[in-house]
Each structure stands twice: as C-alpha cells, then as structure tokens.
C-alpha cells in the first residue's frame, strides 16, 4: 500500500552511492535552464540542496546576492556547509526545512529553485504553492525533475526492465512520484501559476567511464542506500532479486555499446505581481 501523500519518505537516503550523484551535479549540467535568468544581485532559495554543489554554483552567480540551501535531512549539510566553505563562498547559508511548509516570510526571494525534490515530496502542488508563496512578486519559480518512464538505454536488458519496474513500486510506495517530469507543467497550473515556461533536456552517459560510473553508483545504491530495505522492509522484492538488478547494472555497464539518457521535465514560473 502507498503511504499517504503527506508523509512521503525520501527513497534514496544519502549513502556514498547516492552521493556519488549527488556531488556531480552542478548548476551547467543540472540547471542551465535557469542559468541565463540569474542576476547578480538576486537572493536565491535552493530546496533540496543536498551536499550543496548546485547551491555553491548559484551562489558563485549572484555576487551581490545571497543564496539560502535548505534540506529536510539535518546531516546532509554540515557536507553542503564544507563544499560552500571549500570555494570560498561566504554569501550562502544552510537550513533544515520541508518545502510544505517553508519558514520565510512571503516574498522573500528573487528564485526559489528545485532540483530533483518534487518526485519525492509528499503533495507536489502544495510545495509548489509554498515555493511561490516566499517568491517575490516577479520572480521565479525553477523546477527540474527526472521522469523514470522515460529513462531509455541500450542494449536491452531485462535486468534493468526489472529495475525499473521495481523502482517505481517502491517509490510510489513511498509517497512519491517518479514520473515527475512530465506533470511538472499540470502541477504548476493546479498551484494556480499561470507564467510557465515548459522544457525537457537530459543527461546521457555513453562513453566507457561514464558508463562505468552511472552502472556501478546504481548497482550499489540497489544494494547499500537506504533503498535497500524500502523495497525488502516494503514487500516489493527478496535480497535476491535486489542482487539480480545490481548484477544486471554492471552487466549492462561493461558492453561498449552501452548507452543511457535520463530525460528531465523542467519549468520556469514567473510570479505575478
């Protein structure tokens, strides 16, 4: 049985293999289309911010501004606090808070951004009303989710068919929505945002190091991250079958005509004012 909106659980957690992701996104590879949008002087709200690569990438960007990092997890930022720290960027700062019910007065900030949050959260358009409620008027809302059903590899494997299946049953289980992507326009216009600007774009990994990387951080996540026992502790599948998928993963990993895309739904809402 799905557990109630409302108390969605994060499926991946923050182990090393997650992290492993995590720590390689940045504002080029994760948010360009947001990029051309930014101001010097903006104050920018980063949700979900994770271990703060993105957040410190923003902060680089508005000089004369200052961005806000927050996250539901309380350790995953004394990480976010040393990559800040690290650059040598003093104009950002880091907070526990849950994007339902956020803790800033209305219109406080130029962008409030999202990065792979909406999937996991437990009611998506009440978030996205809360985002826009701490929005100046003017600004921006920015969004981007991955969406699973449309992950698309080659060569075939059964293994990651299986994955893939499995992945969506313990996420929906958990209160969320993998297929994010493609209803982040359908639930900005239920938040009653109106000024929406829809785009996709995507990750590939094909060369041999790529391939190597994108196969063995998900092996282990399947094995080691807190999903793991979300999908045994949830009925979804045996230890076995958990094996089968991580084998499947370097399997496919090892064939040099691999190839992977990860396609993400993005948006841009202007805040009427």
């Known amino acids: 049985m799905s557990k109630p909106r409302e108390t969605a659980v994060y499926t991946h957690g923050h182990h090393e293999s997650v992290l492993r992701s995590h720590t390689w996104r940045t504002a080029a590879n994760s948010a360009a289309y947001l990029l051309d949008s930014i101001q010097p002087h903006m104050r920018i709200l980063d949700i979900g911010c994770g271990p703060g690569t993105i957040t410190a990438d923003l902060a680089t960007l508005v000089p004369d501004g200052r961005v806000t990092g927050v996250d539901r997890a309380p350790g995953i930022l004394a990480q976010a606090r040393a990559t800040a720290a690290e650059r040598g960027r003093d104009n950002v700062e880091f907070a526990v808070a849950d994007v339902h019910a956020l803790d800033f007065p209305d219109d406080s900030f130029c962008v409030v951004h999202a990065h792979q949050v909406l999937q996991h959260v437990g009611d998506p358009v009440a978030a996205l009303r809360e985002m826009t409620r701490v929005t100046r008027p003017g600004g921006i809302i920015a969004v981007r989710d991955s969406d699973y059903a449309a992950m698309t590899w080659y060569p075939a494997s059964q293994g990651l068919d299986d994955w893939l299946d499995l992945y969506h049953a313990v996420a929906r289980a958990n209160g969320g929505e ?36 994108w196969s063995g951080l998900w092996a282990d996540r399947t094995l080691a991250s807190s999903y793991a026992p979300l999908a045994v502790e949830g009925g979804h599948a045996t230890t076995e079958r958990l094996h089968a998928v991580a084998d499947a993963w370097r399997e496919w990993g090892a064939q040099e005509d691999a190839w992977f895309s990860v396609l993400h739904g993005e948006i841009l809402c202007r805040k009427e004012g």
Do not use: Q
Request: net charge neutral; no cysteine; charged share 20%.
């Open 178 to 213: 993998p297929d994010a992507g493609r209803r982040l326009k359908s639930w900005a216009l239920s938040a009653g945002l109106t000024d929406i600007t829809a785009t996709s774009t995507a990750w590939t990994f094909a060369t041999a190091e790529e391939r190597a990387w």
